[in-house]
């Protein structure tokens, strides 16, 4: 598979000056990822400890807005993972709003360091609505977010 040159000529993967990938804005996104970890002896599954770990590297501002995520082969190789790990991470922070996919361009962070919080947020809300819809009450509710979140 040849992957298209960025207008610039580089190829997507081709570090620029100052430690970016094409696409990309700022810090190396891949020197922030090295900071996380699969936790094997972990109750969280591995594409949740993926998922967590990107959001909270964008809430403490070492992804940015804009910058360009490794491609999913590249992280599990890195994480030592499957690269249907890596690809259910993106997939489900794409749903939620906090990165997006260009295409052959690769990954990107879309949401800032406040956006993730204010979308995990109004999905919880959503969620409280919805059960309280269909009968739920308050104790209940937090009782099933207590097993989703591997809790009892």
Do not use: C, W
């Amino acid at each position: 598979m040849t992957r298209s040159p960025s207008p610039d000529g580089s190829s997507p993967d081709t570090p620029h000056p100052g430690g970016s990938t094409a696409g990309g804005s700022g810090a190396d996104p891949t020197s922030a990822l090295d900071s996380l970890r699969i936790d094997a002896e972990s109750g969280r599954p591995p594409f949740e400890q993926v998922r967590v770990g990107v959001i909270e590297l964008i809430e403490t501002g070492a992804l940015l807005t804009g910058e360009r995520l490794p491609t999913v082969r590249a992280l599990a190789s890195r994480l030592g993972v499957a690269a249907n790990t890596v690809a259910r991470s993106y997939r489900e922070l794409e749903a939620a709003g906090v990165i997006e996919t260009r295409g052959r361009q690769g990954s990107f962070i879309k949401a800032g360091r406040h956006d993730a919080l204010d979308a995990g947020f109004r999905a919880a809300l959503q969620y409280v609505e919805t059960a309280r819809e269909l009968g739920l009450d308050d104790t209940v509710i937090v009782e099933m977010l207590n097993r989703v979140l591997g809790r009892t």
